[in-house]
């Protein structure tokens, strides 16, 4: 069994809040962009952040392995390119 704190999500575990400031222009965006999807604000902003690729050190090493195994990298290999992927997709 997990044991969070925080909201129940709607599979029934209980997930931890996070309170954000946003301007008043982009929280109605927000709303508007939830509502016309017929989603919750928190399912948009979760199916943002896995789209932008944010995920779990879980699910990040599982997307690793699955990817290391298909490029056929040693590990030191696939950091190496994991870096030089990510500082391009960061530059500026």
């Known amino acids: ?4 704190i925080g909201a129940l999500s709607p599979s029934g575990c209980v997930m931890p809040r996070l309170t954000i400031t946003l ?14 999807r017929r989603k ?7 199916e943002s952040l896995e789209q932008s690729g944010i995920r ?11 990817a290391r195994a298909a490029a056929d990298l040693s590990a030191e290999e696939a950091v190496q390119l994991a870096e030089r992927e990510t500082r391009a997709v960061r530059a500026p």
Not at 23 to 36: I, M, N, Q
Not at 40 to 46: D, M
């Open 40 to 46: 919750s604000i928190a399912a948009l902003i979760e």
């Open 56 to 66: 779990d050190m879980e699910s990040a090493a599982t997307l690793v392995a699955r």
């Open 23 to 36: 301007t008043d222009a982009r929280h109605r965006a927000l709303k508007e962009a939830a509502a016309r």
């Open 1 to 4: 069994m997990r044991w969070c």
